[in-house]
């Protein structure tokens, strides 16, 4: 059991489990991008740590680059997407993989799938590390993802509350 703040979170998904299933994704991008150099978009800050252990399992040649977006307050989504650094590299006819932290409402992903998708990449694919099904508001395609987890509030490996608790190496659930 932790405490952040006021909150009280309690162990759900261990470093060991979280380590597995992120070498498993990076197995499976490794062998889908053999033939590419794919730049990865991760979205920050959550996905800070997802986007390290992940990538630097991918011994393809590829581009990092990074967007923050912000859609929470406190515990919750606000249902409206703030853009806050904006991506910097060129996407065209390039094949995208959006690093993700977590996608519940799929309202921050839906956003930034249409600006992408103004910028003529060749391909857009998701890794998320988790996702909550039972959340969505908006139907979004994920062709990797760590966890599908219930619509419950979770802290550590990126994840916060109220800006901490991202540097646990595991996953904690509101208790």
Known sequence: MINILD???????????????ITALAARISKDYEQ????FLVVLNGAFLFASELVKRIPLTC???FIRLSSYSQTEST???????GIDK?????DVIIIEDIV?????????????GKMS?????????????EALKTPVDMRYKGFEIANKFVVGYGLDYEGIGRNLDSIYVLG
């Not at 060129?90 to 390039?94: G, I, S, W």
């Not at 990449?121 to 099904?133: C, G, R």
């Open 36 to 39: 590419s150099c794919p730049v």
């Open 104 to 116: 519940d409402t799929g309202l921050t992903m839906s956003q930034l799938l249409k600006e992408i």
């Open 121 to 133: 990449p060749k391909t857009v694919e998701i890794a998320t590390l988790l996702h909550k099904p």
């Open 79 to 85: 249902g409206t997407v703030t853009e806050i650094i």
């Open 63 to 65: 581009e990092i680059t």
């Open 90 to 94: 060129t996407l065209e006819n390039r």
């Open 7 to 21: 909150k009280t979170f309690v162990p759900f998904i261990s470093k060991e489990d979280i380590e597995n299933r």
